[in-house]
Every structure is written in structure tokens, then in C-alpha cells.
């Protein structure tokens, strides 16, 4: 089976272009995470849904950001405008049953804005 | 504040050599995880631990949770550069929904 699906894998764009990071989580699971991994902050959670249902966003770090899941196989975090501060890891990451459970995670998309 | 603290940050050993990595925090844990993460690649869970004072074992790793689950280690004996890689513990607070994790201990084995 094939495992979390993200693209791009890797993004380069300029301060205050838009940027649209994919995920395709494993088929069946039911939970899906973003969350964003630098040198000095780690991984930090930015949004999980449950059953294409946001239910966290807490960890979204402003109005820049935004996430979505119209439908099982399929979610987007745009961030509009960027900023060189956004610049990180985005993994994607799904879990089956409930949001405590093993979670799969994509290989990543690692976004550089100059 | 980070949730879950980890030490040390970095480690770099000999091959053969045993280790001891730690996962502290104040609050209480209804689980804990571990995951390895290797370069360019996406965290992969290598155990979940749930039970205060447990101890699991997967090969040449034991990991255990502190009887009040609040804290976590994982101990790695006669390490092979294979091992190399960010370990991270990860737990879901008692009053929590969602996994947090700690920064990582990333590790270097060399030959």
C-alpha cells in the first residue's frame, strides 16, 4: 500500500507569493495532521481533522496560513503571502481509529521563501 | 515552552557503544511515543508505551515510562551506525486530543 502522499517535496519562491502544499493520507485513516518541523522549534502541530473536519487549529501560526480536506484523500495548507519566516518541513501524517494512535507520516515538503 | 523536553540535544558515539536518551515533562502522559526519523525522510513510530513504569523492549532498544507519566527514556545497548537518526518522543497530555512532540535527540553512530 501506499504510504502519505505529499507534494512538492521541495518549494523555493519568493517573499509574497502564494504557496499550496498536497497530502493524500492513507486510505481508511481517518485522521489527518499538519505539522511544520524546524532546527530551533522542532515539530509543532499546526491542524488535525477528523473525518475531513477541522478540529484543532490552534497551532495555526496566523490568518496566513490556511488548511483544508474536501474529502478523504485529499488536503491542502496554502500559506498566502509567504514570508521567509515560513520557511520549515511541512509533513503531513495520518492515523486510523483515533488521534492517539500510530501516526504515518509523508516524506515531507521542505519550503524555502527567499 | 516546549511540552516534552529531550536530552541530550546531540550524541555522537562509537559503534558498540550503550546509550541513554530522555524525554521529561511536567505534565501526565496517557501515552507516550517514540519515532525515528532519518534525513529527508517523515518520522516512523518504533513503540507506543502506556502503562506507568512499563518497559518495552524492540531488539537492542528498551524504552520505559516513568510511574507517574510524566517521563520517558530510551536506551539503545551496543549501538550500530544504523541507529543514527532524530529521535523524538511524542504524548498526548491526559487532558489533550493531539500528539505533541519533543525537539529530538539526534544521534550519530560511527563505525
Known amino acids: 500500500d501506499a504510504g502519505v502522499i505529499q507534494s512538492p517535496r521541495h518549494e523555493v519562491t519568493e517573499m509574497g507569493q502564494e504557496v499550496t502544499l498536497r497530502c493524500k493520507p492513507i486510505?481508511?485513516?481517518?485522521?489527518l495532521f499538519w505539522y511544520r518541523q524546524t532546527m530551533m522549534r522542532g515539530l509543532e502541530l499546526l491542524i488535525y481533522?477528523?473525518?475531513?473536519?477541522?478540529?484543532?487549529d490552534s497551532g495555526m501560526p496566523e490568518d496566513r496560513f490556511s488548511a483544508k480536506m474536501p474529502n478523504a484523500s485529499f488536503s491542502t495548507l496554502k500559506i498566502q503571502p509567504s514570508e521567509p519566516r515560513d520557511s520549515a518541513v511541512y509533513f503531513c501524517?495520518?492515523?486510523?481509529?483515533?488521534?492517539?494512535?500510530?501516526?504515518?507520516f509523508g516524506e515531507g515538503s521542505r519550503l524555502t521563501v527567499l | 515552552t516546549q511540552l516534552l523536553e529531550q536530552s541530550p540535544q546531540f550524541l555522537s558515539i562509537q559503534e558498540g557503544e550503550n546509550l541513554t536518551v530522555y524525554c521529561n515533562s511536567s505534565?501526565?502522559?496517557?501515552?507516550l511515543q517514540w519515532y525515528r526519523q532519518e534525513p529527508g525522510e517523515g518520522p516512523v513510530l518504533l513503540v507506543t508505551?502506556?502503562?506507568?513504569?512499563e518497559v518495552k523492549k524492540l531488539k537492542r532498544l528498551t524504552f520505559q515510562f516513568g510511574d507517574a507519566r510524566k517521563d520517558s527514556s530510551l536506551h539503545i545497548t551496543a549501538a550500530q551506525p544504523g541507529d543514527t537518526g532524530l529521535y523524538l518522543c511524542?504524548?498526548?497530555?491526559?487532558?489533550?486530543?493531539?500528539?505533541?512532540f519533543g525537539k529530538g535527540t539526534s544521534l550519530l553512530v560511527t563505525p
Open positions: 501524517a495520518s492515523s486510523f481509529g483515533r488521534n492517539t494512535g500510530e501516526l504515518f
Open positions: 486510505s481508511g485513516h481517518d485522521y
Open positions: 481533522f477528523n473525518n475531513n473536519v477541522p478540529i484543532d
Open positions: 505534565s501526565v502522559f496517557s501515552s
Open positions: 508505551v502506556v502503562t506507568g513504569g
Open positions: 511524542a504524548g498526548v497530555e491526559n487532558s489533550g486530543y493531539a500528539l505533541n
